[in-house]
């Protein structure tokens, strides 16, 4: 039984044969997330894992399927917050997974330092634009627009969270590939595998996503490409296997 509110929906993740609490009104997760918590390497058996700028809770549940560690979300946003909470409820997962209402910034103070394995985070990708610009739904404004965090924040609170050795994985535009590698060595995280994600063959890239270890010694492995579409516009079959799961 889940309890859902004003225009909430309860939306199927297929691969994993789990329900989340989505809303229009609010950002639902898009398949940047889906990839995330694909491409980050977890440890299988045990481990502590944080997910940075959470939203509704989507990485964790998809990244429950891989390990049997801890994992907490962390969101700023008190109604995302509550649909994750609620969503790892209706999944029966509350002994795996944690949500905390909180700011980034001031996590590590809280939860504390040099003490988890993985960092995961699919921060808001863009500046914070004039008033004129800006989404005039605030739930919208904060997920996508850098008002509550920086890419820097969240690379310098990943590196703050995680012991010597830890991993922490983003997916981002690759409009920002340069500043988030200059932030991560900035911050002791060395980038150790990227992955560039295309619309379809001929297109350009339109996703990064990077993964880097703690400390770690330099060494960046370029992944092959991801095509999301074939040329029929249908998901190829290596997106398709991350969606709905093996048929």
Do not use: W
């Not at 969101?75 to 909180?102: C, K, P, W």
């Not at 910034?105 to 500046?127: A, H, L, M, Q």
């Not at 002791?188 to 994600?197: D, S």
């Amino acid at each position: 039984m889940v309890i859902l509110k004003g225009d909430e929906r309860l939306d199927y993740l297929l691969a994993e044969d789990l329900r989340i609490i989505q809303s229009p009104s609010v950002f639902s997760f898009s398949l940047d997330a889906v990839l995330l918590a694909k491409f980050v390497r977890v440890p299988v058996h045990r481990g502590s894992l944080v997910d940075l700028c959470s939203g509704n809770g989507v990485i964790p549940l998809l990244l429950s399927t891989r390990t049997k560690g801890h994992i907490t979300g962390i969101e700023i946003q008190q109604r995302l917050y509550d649909m994750a909470v609620r969503s790892f409820e209706y999944n029966a997962l509350t002994d795996q997974l944690a949500m905390i209402h909180g700011d980034i910034r001031e996590i590590p103070k809280e939860i504390g330092f040099s003490k988890y394995d993985v960092v995961t985070c699919n921060p808001p990708y863009f500046p914070t634009p004039s008033e004129e610009e800006i989404n005039k739904n605030e739930h919208l404004a904060i997920a996508r627009h850098e008002i509550m965090c920086t890419l820097e924040d969240a690379v310098r609170v990943s590196s703050q969270l995680l012991k010597q050795g830890g991993k922490a994985a983003f997916v981002h535009r690759p409009g920002r590939l340069l500043d988030i590698l200059s932030l991560m060595r900035k911050y002791r995280l060395e980038p150790k595998r990227l992955q560039f994600v295309y619309p379809k063959e001929g297109k350009e890239a339109n996703t990064i996503l990077v993964e880097g270890i703690k400390d770690g010694n330099p060494d960046l492995k370029i992944l092959p490409p991801l095509f999301v579409y074939n040329k029929n516009n249908e998901y190829t079959q290596e997106v398709s296997r991350i969606l709905y799961g093996e048929k």
